[in-house]
């Protein structure tokens, strides 16, 4: 077994919408120049989705749109965010890019499920899905700051 065929059976199940994986195709296809590294790891966890139509998406999946809870093993620390396209992004507010490295990993992801998922300087760092909310709209804006758990 090949390192990526290693690495994919020791990743997570993913599910995701027809709409969400249509429209993150088109996104990691048009960021390869910009952003190479997401681009590729966006493309691979998407390939590797189960898809099915919107109203069929149980809660609890993190979504384009969705705010999830999440904590890093490695520190201990856990954040609220927003997962967002690309140009509604803005830390400060607590919305991160799917085009980014955490939102990239986190996409599709099911409460409770962890990936182990690497940072841009080349290390790798365990994401746990700890909560998904996809119904509130500002939910993500308090809570930009890390905290220890």
């Known amino acids: 077994m090949n390192e990526t065929a290693r690495a994919d059976a020791m990743r997570p199940p993913l599910l995701?919408?027809?709409?969400?994986?249509?429209r993150?195709?088109?996104?990691a296809e048009a960021a390869v120049r910009r952003s190479p590294l997401?681009?590729?790891l966006l493309m691979e966890?998407?390939?590797r989705a189960d898809v099915v139509p919107a109203g069929q998406m149980p809660a609890g999946i993190v979504t384009v749109g969705s705010v999830v809870e999440f904590g890093e093993a490695s520190t201990g620390e856990t954040r609220r965010v927003r997962v967002v396209l690309p140009g509604e992004a803005d830390?400060?507010?607590?919305?991160?890019s799917v085009l980014s490295l955490v939102g990239a990993g986190l996409i599709g992801l099911a409460e409770g499920q962890s990936i182990?998922?690497?940072?841009?300087?080349?290390?790798?760092?365990r994401l746990t899905v700890l909560s998904v909310d996809a119904a509130s709209s500002d939910a993500a804006e308090a809570g930009t700051a890390a905290v220890v758990t």
């Open 16 to 22: 995701m919408s027809v709409e969400d994986h249509t």
């Open 24 to 27: 993150l195709v088109a996104l």
């Open 38 to 40: 997401v681009a590729r």
């Open 45 to 47: 966890e998407v390939d």
């Open 91 to 96: 830390i400060a507010a607590g919305r991160i």
């Open 116 to 125: 182990d998922w690497p940072t841009q300087d080349g290390r790798i760092r």
